[in-house]
Protein backbone atom coordinates (compact mmCIF):
# COMPACT_ATOMS: atom_id res chain seq x y z
CA UNK A 1 0.00 0.00 0.00
CA UNK A 2 1.18 3.38 -0.93
CA UNK A 3 2.53 5.54 1.81
CA UNK A 4 0.30 9.23 1.87
CA UNK A 5 1.96 12.00 0.90
CA UNK A 6 4.06 13.81 3.88
CA UNK A 7 1.55 17.04 4.31
CA UNK A 8 -1.62 14.23 5.06
CA UNK A 9 0.34 11.68 7.68
CA UNK A 10 0.86 15.14 9.54
CA UNK A 11 -2.49 16.44 9.05
CA UNK A 12 -2.95 18.14 12.58
CA UNK A 13 -5.49 16.44 14.81
CA UNK A 14 -5.85 18.88 17.95
CA UNK A 15 -5.26 22.46 18.64
CA UNK A 16 -2.48 21.93 20.29
CA UNK A 17 -0.70 20.47 16.90
CA UNK A 18 -1.85 23.15 14.78
CA UNK A 19 0.61 25.95 13.59
CA UNK A 20 -0.04 29.22 12.27
CA UNK A 21 -3.32 31.53 13.43
CA UNK A 22 -2.20 32.60 16.45
CA UNK A 23 -4.58 35.47 16.28
CA UNK A 24 -7.63 33.36 16.07
CA UNK A 25 -7.10 29.48 17.91
CA UNK A 26 -4.11 31.11 20.57
CA UNK A 27 -5.18 31.40 24.20
CA UNK A 28 -8.21 33.49 24.43
CA UNK A 29 -9.01 33.95 20.90
CA UNK A 30 -11.57 33.69 19.35
CA UNK A 31 -11.81 30.27 17.50
CA UNK A 32 -10.52 28.59 20.79
CA UNK A 33 -13.20 30.16 22.92
CA UNK A 34 -16.08 28.64 20.42
CA UNK A 35 -13.98 25.22 21.07
CA UNK A 36 -14.10 25.07 24.58
CA UNK A 37 -17.57 26.70 25.28
CA UNK A 38 -18.92 24.43 22.48
CA UNK A 39 -20.76 26.93 21.10
CA UNK A 40 -19.73 27.42 17.28
CA UNK A 41 -21.12 29.73 15.25
CA UNK A 42 -21.17 29.95 11.33
CA UNK A 43 -18.09 31.44 10.14
CA UNK A 44 -16.12 31.33 6.39
CA UNK A 45 -12.14 31.09 6.72
CA UNK A 46 -10.64 33.60 3.96
CA UNK A 47 -6.65 33.00 3.26
CA UNK A 48 -4.69 31.54 0.55
CA UNK A 49 -3.54 28.03 -0.13
CA UNK A 50 -2.25 25.61 2.76
CA UNK A 51 -2.63 27.93 5.78
CA UNK A 52 -5.19 25.18 7.58
CA UNK A 53 -8.60 26.36 6.65
CA UNK A 54 -10.07 22.44 6.04
CA UNK A 55 -7.49 21.20 9.07
CA UNK A 56 -9.10 23.83 11.50
CA UNK A 57 -12.88 22.76 10.58
CA UNK A 58 -11.99 19.10 10.84
CA UNK A 59 -10.46 20.21 14.73
CA UNK A 60 -13.59 22.36 15.86
CA UNK A 61 -15.79 19.10 14.42
CA UNK A 62 -13.68 16.74 16.46
CA UNK A 63 -12.82 18.92 19.33
CA UNK A 64 -17.20 19.53 19.52
CA UNK A 65 -17.98 16.24 18.67
CA UNK A 66 -20.07 17.23 16.33
CA UNK A 67 -20.82 15.55 12.81
CA UNK A 68 -18.42 16.57 9.94
CA UNK A 69 -20.23 16.86 6.53
CA UNK A 70 -17.64 18.32 3.73
CA UNK A 71 -19.16 19.51 0.29
CA UNK A 72 -16.77 20.95 -2.18
CA UNK A 73 -18.13 23.66 -4.38
CA UNK A 74 -16.45 22.51 -7.73
CA UNK A 75 -18.24 19.68 -7.75
CA UNK A 76 -21.74 20.36 -5.77
CA UNK A 77 -24.73 21.61 -7.03
CA UNK A 78 -27.89 22.83 -5.05
CA UNK A 79 -29.44 18.92 -5.47
CA UNK A 80 -26.56 17.79 -3.45
CA UNK A 81 -26.62 21.36 -0.75
CA UNK A 82 -30.18 19.95 -0.19
CA UNK A 83 -29.71 16.42 0.07
CA UNK A 84 -26.87 17.23 3.00
CA UNK A 85 -29.05 19.42 4.72
CA UNK A 86 -31.93 17.20 5.34
CA UNK A 87 -29.15 14.65 6.58
CA UNK A 88 -28.13 16.94 8.89
CA UNK A 89 -31.78 17.68 9.92
CA UNK A 90 -32.08 14.41 11.13
CA UNK A 91 -29.34 14.60 12.74
CA UNK A 92 -29.78 17.62 14.71
CA UNK A 93 -32.45 16.13 15.47
CA UNK A 94 -31.04 12.86 17.54
CA UNK A 95 -30.25 13.38 20.58
CA UNK A 96 -26.96 10.89 20.30
CA UNK A 97 -25.64 12.76 17.34
CA UNK A 98 -23.48 14.93 19.43
CA UNK A 99 -23.24 18.69 18.55
CA UNK A 100 -25.20 20.60 16.03
CA UNK A 101 -23.69 19.39 12.60
CA UNK A 102 -20.88 21.01 10.79
CA UNK A 103 -21.41 21.43 7.20
CA UNK A 104 -17.87 22.62 5.71
CA UNK A 105 -17.49 23.63 2.03
CA UNK A 106 -14.25 24.35 0.13
CA UNK A 107 -13.48 26.74 -2.58
CA UNK A 108 -16.86 28.82 -1.36
CA UNK A 109 -16.40 31.64 -3.74
CA UNK A 110 -17.40 29.63 -6.44
CA UNK A 111 -20.97 28.15 -5.62
CA UNK A 112 -23.39 30.48 -7.88
CA UNK A 113 -26.00 32.27 -6.36
CA UNK A 114 -28.63 29.80 -6.29
CA UNK A 115 -26.37 27.33 -4.09
CA UNK A 116 -25.64 30.10 -1.78
CA UNK A 117 -29.60 30.75 -1.59
CA UNK A 118 -29.87 26.66 -0.63
CA UNK A 119 -27.78 27.44 2.48
CA UNK A 120 -29.52 30.17 4.22
CA UNK A 121 -32.96 28.45 5.77
CA UNK A 122 -30.32 26.16 7.69
CA UNK A 123 -28.10 28.30 8.64
CA UNK A 124 -30.88 30.88 10.43
CA UNK A 125 -32.69 28.00 12.00
CA UNK A 126 -29.39 26.16 13.42
CA UNK A 127 -29.78 23.09 11.49
CA UNK A 128 -26.23 23.51 10.28
CA UNK A 129 -23.31 25.53 11.65
CA UNK A 130 -21.46 26.05 8.32
CA UNK A 131 -17.85 26.26 8.23
CA UNK A 132 -16.72 28.07 4.28
CA UNK A 133 -13.60 28.24 3.00
CA UNK A 134 -12.22 30.53 0.55
CA UNK A 135 -9.01 31.91 -1.62
CA UNK A 136 -11.30 35.07 -2.96
CA UNK A 137 -12.63 38.01 -0.90
CA UNK A 138 -15.99 37.33 0.42
CA UNK A 139 -17.08 40.74 -0.09
CA UNK A 140 -17.09 39.78 -3.75
CA UNK A 141 -17.79 36.15 -3.89
CA UNK A 142 -20.32 35.76 -1.32
CA UNK A 143 -23.72 36.84 -1.12
CA UNK A 144 -24.94 39.41 1.43
CA UNK A 145 -27.77 37.53 3.31
CA UNK A 146 -24.71 35.00 3.93
CA UNK A 147 -22.20 36.89 5.09
CA UNK A 148 -24.93 38.35 7.54
CA UNK A 149 -24.74 34.92 9.09
CA UNK A 150 -21.41 34.12 9.10
CA UNK A 151 -18.74 35.92 10.27
CA UNK A 152 -15.60 36.18 8.12
CA UNK A 153 -12.31 35.09 9.51
CA UNK A 154 -9.04 35.88 8.06
CA UNK A 155 -6.00 33.20 7.93
CA UNK A 156 -2.61 34.88 6.82
CA UNK A 157 0.29 32.48 5.53
CA UNK A 158 2.69 31.30 7.61
CA UNK A 159 5.53 33.56 8.75
CA UNK A 160 9.23 32.33 9.37
CA UNK A 161 8.66 30.84 13.00
CA UNK A 162 5.61 29.15 11.80
CA UNK A 163 7.60 27.52 8.87
CA UNK A 164 10.75 26.81 10.85
CA UNK A 165 8.32 25.49 13.48
CA UNK A 166 6.20 23.59 10.79
CA UNK A 167 9.92 21.87 9.83
CA UNK A 168 11.32 20.50 13.36
CA UNK A 169 7.90 19.14 13.57
CA UNK A 170 7.73 16.98 10.67
CA UNK A 171 11.67 15.37 11.12
CA UNK A 172 10.75 14.55 14.90
CA UNK A 173 7.98 13.53 14.74
CA UNK A 174 7.12 11.56 10.73
CA UNK A 175 7.51 7.81 11.01
CA UNK A 176 9.81 8.25 7.73
CA UNK A 177 11.35 11.29 8.11
CA UNK A 178 12.29 10.71 12.27
CA UNK A 179 14.13 7.52 10.68
CA UNK A 180 16.25 9.79 8.32
CA UNK A 181 19.36 12.13 9.09
CA UNK A 182 19.36 15.91 7.76
CA UNK A 183 21.87 18.05 6.63
CA UNK A 184 20.59 21.79 7.00
CA UNK A 185 22.55 24.49 6.55
CA UNK A 186 20.03 27.12 5.43
CA UNK A 187 16.15 27.12 5.16
CA UNK A 188 16.21 30.88 3.09
CA UNK A 189 15.64 29.13 -0.24
CA UNK A 190 12.63 26.45 1.29
CA UNK A 191 10.67 29.04 2.88
CA UNK A 192 10.97 31.46 0.13
CA UNK A 193 9.38 28.35 -2.32
CA UNK A 194 7.16 27.53 0.47
CA UNK A 195 6.04 30.82 0.47
CA UNK A 196 4.06 30.81 3.80
CA UNK A 197 2.12 27.48 2.84
CA UNK A 198 2.39 24.83 4.80
CA UNK A 199 1.43 22.10 1.91
CA UNK A 200 3.99 23.72 -0.26
CA UNK A 201 6.61 23.10 2.70
CA UNK A 202 5.83 19.11 3.27
CA UNK A 203 5.60 18.93 -0.39
CA UNK A 204 9.15 19.78 -0.86
CA UNK A 205 10.71 18.45 2.10
CA UNK A 206 8.75 15.20 0.88
CA UNK A 207 10.14 15.62 -2.25
CA UNK A 208 13.89 16.16 -0.75
CA UNK A 209 13.36 12.71 0.85
CA UNK A 210 12.17 10.69 -1.82
CA UNK A 211 15.24 11.84 -4.26
CA UNK A 212 17.76 11.40 -1.76
CA UNK A 213 18.94 7.78 -1.27
CA UNK A 214 18.36 5.81 1.77
CA UNK A 215 21.20 5.78 4.36
CA UNK A 216 22.39 9.37 2.55
CA UNK A 217 21.84 12.38 4.95
CA UNK A 218 19.05 14.56 3.58
CA UNK A 219 20.20 17.45 2.76
CA UNK A 220 18.72 21.47 3.02
CA UNK A 221 20.37 24.19 1.81
CA UNK A 222 19.92 26.75 -0.36
CA UNK A 223 21.54 25.52 -3.49
CA UNK A 224 19.77 21.86 -3.39
CA UNK A 225 16.31 23.13 -2.58
CA UNK A 226 16.64 25.17 -5.46
CA UNK A 227 18.24 22.68 -8.19
CA UNK A 228 15.64 20.09 -6.75
CA UNK A 229 12.90 22.12 -7.50
CA UNK A 230 13.77 23.32 -10.89
CA UNK A 231 14.01 19.93 -11.83
CA UNK A 232 10.77 19.34 -10.65
CA UNK A 233 8.60 22.54 -10.44
CA UNK A 234 5.47 20.70 -9.89
CA UNK A 235 6.43 19.61 -6.74
CA UNK A 236 4.68 23.19 -5.43
CA UNK A 237 1.34 24.96 -6.57
CA UNK A 238 2.45 28.48 -8.27
CA UNK A 239 -0.65 29.47 -8.61
CA UNK A 240 -1.14 30.35 -4.49
CA UNK A 241 2.37 31.72 -3.79
CA UNK A 242 1.97 35.12 -2.38
CA UNK A 243 -1.20 35.35 -3.85
CA UNK A 244 -2.26 38.27 -1.46
CA UNK A 245 0.76 40.34 -1.36
CA UNK A 246 0.74 40.25 -5.46
CA UNK A 247 -2.66 41.30 -6.01
CA UNK A 248 -1.89 44.04 -3.36
CA UNK A 249 1.21 45.22 -5.17
CA UNK A 250 -1.09 45.02 -8.55
CA UNK A 251 -3.56 47.16 -7.56
CA UNK A 252 -1.46 49.85 -5.59
CA UNK A 253 0.80 50.04 -8.36
CA UNK A 254 -1.87 50.97 -10.73
CA UNK A 255 -3.30 53.44 -8.18
CA UNK A 256 -0.13 55.15 -8.17
CA UNK A 257 0.19 55.32 -11.53
CA UNK A 258 3.49 53.54 -12.09
CA UNK A 259 2.98 51.08 -15.66
CA UNK A 260 6.06 49.44 -15.10
CA UNK A 261 5.29 48.02 -11.31
CA UNK A 262 2.03 47.09 -12.45
CA UNK A 263 3.23 45.29 -15.70
CA UNK A 264 5.59 43.55 -13.13
CA UNK A 265 3.28 42.25 -10.74
CA UNK A 266 0.89 41.24 -13.93
CA UNK A 267 3.45 39.17 -15.00
CA UNK A 268 4.46 37.55 -11.49
CA UNK A 269 0.66 36.66 -11.59
CA UNK A 270 0.59 34.90 -14.95
CA UNK A 271 3.80 33.62 -14.50
CA UNK A 272 2.77 31.74 -10.96
CA UNK A 273 -0.55 30.63 -12.53
CA UNK A 274 -2.84 33.00 -11.17
CA UNK A 275 -6.63 32.41 -12.83
CA UNK A 276 -6.79 35.58 -15.66
CA UNK A 277 -10.10 35.61 -14.71
CA UNK A 278 -9.62 36.80 -10.83
CA UNK A 279 -7.07 39.54 -12.72
CA UNK A 280 -9.44 40.93 -14.85
CA UNK A 281 -12.30 40.98 -11.80
CA UNK A 282 -9.25 43.34 -10.07
CA UNK A 283 -9.27 45.49 -13.11
CA UNK A 284 -12.73 46.55 -12.95
CA UNK A 285 -12.82 46.87 -9.18
CA UNK A 286 -9.70 49.12 -9.64
CA UNK A 287 -11.28 50.82 -13.08
CA UNK A 288 -14.31 51.88 -10.66
CA UNK A 289 -12.60 52.89 -7.48
CA UNK A 290 -9.73 54.73 -8.46
CA UNK A 291 -10.47 55.67 -12.13
CA UNK A 292 -13.74 56.72 -11.63
CA UNK A 293 -14.87 59.66 -13.06
CA UNK A 294 -11.88 61.18 -13.84
CA UNK A 295 -11.94 58.63 -17.09
CA UNK A 296 -15.19 56.82 -17.41
CA UNK A 297 -13.92 55.07 -20.12
CA UNK A 298 -11.70 52.99 -18.19
CA UNK A 299 -14.33 50.67 -16.94
CA UNK A 300 -15.36 49.82 -20.68
CA UNK A 301 -12.43 48.42 -20.99
CA UNK A 302 -11.38 46.85 -18.13
CA UNK A 303 -15.44 45.21 -18.75
CA UNK A 304 -14.08 44.43 -22.20
CA UNK A 305 -11.10 43.07 -21.03
CA UNK A 306 -12.24 40.58 -18.53
CA UNK A 307 -14.95 39.61 -21.80
CA UNK A 308 -12.16 38.93 -23.99
CA UNK A 309 -10.34 36.54 -21.50
CA UNK A 310 -13.25 34.79 -21.29
CA UNK A 311 -13.37 34.46 -24.60
CA UNK A 312 -10.19 34.28 -26.12
CA UNK A 313 -8.42 32.64 -22.65
CA UNK A 314 -4.33 32.34 -22.21
CA UNK A 315 -1.83 32.70 -23.31
CA UNK A 316 -3.05 35.52 -25.76
CA UNK A 317 -4.92 36.74 -22.80
CA UNK A 318 -1.60 38.56 -21.36
CA UNK A 319 -1.96 40.81 -23.99
CA UNK A 320 -5.71 42.65 -23.32
CA UNK A 321 -4.49 42.11 -19.46
CA UNK A 322 -1.58 44.05 -20.03
CA UNK A 323 -2.97 46.71 -22.27
CA UNK A 324 -5.66 47.55 -19.66
CA UNK A 325 -3.30 47.28 -16.87
CA UNK A 326 -1.22 50.06 -18.72
CA UNK A 327 -3.83 52.35 -19.72
CA UNK A 328 -5.42 51.91 -15.94
CA UNK A 329 -1.64 53.02 -14.23
CA UNK A 330 -1.11 55.53 -16.71
CA UNK A 331 -4.76 57.34 -16.50
CA UNK A 332 -6.02 60.13 -14.14
CA UNK A 333 -7.21 59.16 -11.01
CA UNK A 334 -10.41 59.73 -9.21
CA UNK A 335 -12.08 58.11 -5.74
CA UNK A 336 -15.23 60.24 -5.55
CA UNK A 337 -17.77 57.69 -6.56
CA UNK A 338 -16.58 55.52 -4.05
CA UNK A 339 -16.08 57.91 -1.33
CA UNK A 340 -19.80 58.93 -2.20
CA UNK A 341 -21.29 55.72 -1.95
CA UNK A 342 -19.50 54.57 1.03
CA UNK A 343 -20.34 57.93 3.00
CA UNK A 344 -23.89 57.61 1.51
CA UNK A 345 -24.18 54.01 2.91
CA UNK A 346 -23.31 55.50 5.99
CA UNK A 347 -25.41 58.03 5.96
CA UNK A 348 -28.32 55.52 5.66
CA UNK A 349 -27.24 53.20 8.69
CA UNK A 350 -27.14 56.61 10.83
CA UNK A 351 -30.39 57.80 9.83
CA UNK A 352 -32.30 55.05 8.96
CA UNK A 353 -35.38 54.81 6.13
CA UNK A 354 -36.18 58.83 5.64
CA UNK A 355 -39.28 59.41 3.72
CA UNK A 356 -39.38 59.96 0.08
CA UNK A 357 -40.87 63.31 -0.93
CA UNK A 358 -44.13 63.55 -1.95
CA UNK A 359 -43.45 65.34 -4.72
CA UNK A 360 -41.03 62.73 -5.64
CA UNK A 361 -43.54 59.52 -4.98
CA UNK A 362 -45.47 57.90 -8.01
CA UNK A 363 -49.07 58.28 -8.03
CA UNK A 364 -50.33 55.35 -10.26
CA UNK A 365 -53.80 55.51 -8.48
CA UNK A 366 -56.48 58.03 -7.24
CA UNK A 367 -56.16 57.39 -3.68
CA UNK A 368 -52.00 58.12 -4.16
CA UNK A 369 -53.46 61.52 -5.98
CA UNK A 370 -55.26 62.57 -3.33
CA UNK A 371 -53.32 62.31 -0.71
CA UNK A 372 -50.45 64.39 -2.46
CA UNK A 373 -48.26 62.07 -4.29
CA UNK A 374 -46.10 63.43 -6.93
CA UNK A 375 -47.94 66.67 -6.18
CA UNK A 376 -45.78 69.66 -7.47
CA UNK A 377 -42.75 67.53 -9.14
CA UNK A 378 -41.18 69.65 -11.91
CA UNK A 379 -40.42 67.47 -15.08
CA UNK A 380 -37.19 68.23 -16.14
CA UNK A 381 -37.21 68.39 -19.48
CA UNK A 382 -40.16 70.90 -19.59
CA UNK A 383 -37.47 73.77 -18.36
CA UNK A 384 -34.95 75.10 -19.91
CA UNK A 385 -31.47 73.37 -20.30
CA UNK A 386 -33.88 69.99 -18.96
CA UNK A 387 -33.19 71.52 -15.24
CA UNK A 388 -35.26 73.41 -12.89
CA UNK A 389 -34.41 73.44 -8.95
CA UNK A 390 -36.47 71.03 -6.86
CA UNK A 391 -35.65 69.14 -3.77
CA UNK A 392 -34.97 65.68 -4.08
CA UNK A 393 -33.53 64.32 -0.98
CA UNK A 394 -35.11 63.48 2.32
CA UNK A 395 -36.71 66.57 3.96
CA UNK A 396 -34.07 65.51 7.10
CA UNK A 397 -31.45 65.34 5.17
CA UNK A 398 -31.64 68.57 2.76
CA UNK A 399 -28.47 70.41 1.84
CA UNK A 400 -26.46 67.37 2.48
CA UNK A 401 -23.31 67.03 0.06
CA UNK A 402 -21.62 63.29 -0.22
CA UNK A 403 -20.36 63.53 -4.06
CA UNK A 404 -17.12 65.36 -3.45
CA UNK A 405 -15.00 65.77 -6.98
CA UNK A 406 -11.44 64.66 -7.21
CA UNK A 407 -8.76 67.51 -8.82
CA UNK A 408 -9.17 66.81 -12.24
CA UNK A 409 -10.59 67.96 -15.72
CA UNK A 410 -13.42 65.70 -15.63
CA UNK A 411 -14.54 66.34 -12.62
CA UNK A 412 -13.81 70.24 -12.98
CA UNK A 413 -16.33 70.48 -15.13
CA UNK A 414 -18.76 68.13 -13.77
CA UNK A 415 -18.49 70.50 -10.46
CA UNK A 416 -18.75 73.68 -12.22
CA UNK A 417 -22.02 72.60 -13.56
CA UNK A 418 -23.48 71.36 -10.79
CA UNK A 419 -22.34 74.97 -8.83
CA UNK A 420 -23.72 76.44 -11.60
CA UNK A 421 -27.08 74.64 -11.12
CA UNK A 422 -27.65 74.57 -7.39
CA UNK A 423 -25.02 77.13 -6.17
Not at 282 to 304: K, S, T
Request: hydrophobic share 40%.
Amino acid sequence: MALAPLAERLRPQTLDEYIGQKHLVGEGKILRRMIETGNVASFILWGPPGVGKTTLARIIANATESRFHTLSAVSSGVKEVREVIEQCRREAASMFSGGRPILFIDEIHRFSKSQQDSLLGAVEDGTVTLIGATTENPSFEVIRPLLSRAQVYTLEPLDTVDLERLLRHAIDTDTVLSRRRFDITSTDALFRYSGGDARKLLNILDLLEQSTPAGEAITINDEVVTERLQRNPQAYDKGGEMHYDIISAFIKSIRGSDPDAAVYWLARMIAGGEDPEFIARRLVIVAAEDIGLANPNALLLANATFDAIRKIGMPEGRIPLAECTIYLATSAKSNSAYMAIDTALGMVAKTGNQPVPLHLRNAPTRLMKDLGYSDGYKYAHDYPGNFVRQQFLPDTLKGLTLWKPCANPAEATMAARQKERWG
